[in-house]
């Protein structure tokens, strides 16, 4: 038999419920899973049929998605710090090799090395 502080203990764990499903659903890692029909089609069924097979169809759907996450992230991460260290070494070598134009090629000649060499950008043809 229900009493009435059953009843009230009832009413504030579906509040408690619902504030916690909520604040779930607003985690974009859970909103952008749920987001194709099929993965929600799982929850959905999940809910509706708590059964240990719905349980782990949704959860290895969600390890997979959340693998396919991590695993981007990764890839992401990789390219982006293989470009610093990419460009830090070139700045380093910039520095370590440095072209000297405006000495002479010899000690009697007043034309510099320079001179004597058109001015080119790399990946830009030069025309004379």
Known sequence: MIT????LNL??????????????????VIS??????????LVKTYYLNP????RNKLNTAFRKYFFSLRFTKYIA???????????????RNQGRELAILDKSITEDEEIALGESY??????????K
């Open 11 to 28: 009413a504030e764990l579906q509040q408690c419920t619902s504030e916690l499903t909520t604040r779930l659903f607003d985690h974009p």
């Open 77 to 91: 991460s990789l390219i982006k710090y293989s470009k610093v260290d990419y460009y830090r070494k070139v700045r």
């Open 118 to 127: 058109p001015l080119c950008i790399p990946y830009v043809t030069c025309h």
């Open 4 to 7: 009435d502080n059953d009843e």
């Open 51 to 54: 059964s240990s097979e719905n």
């Open 32 to 41: 952008s899973f749920m987001s194709r029909n099929d993965r929600a089609q």
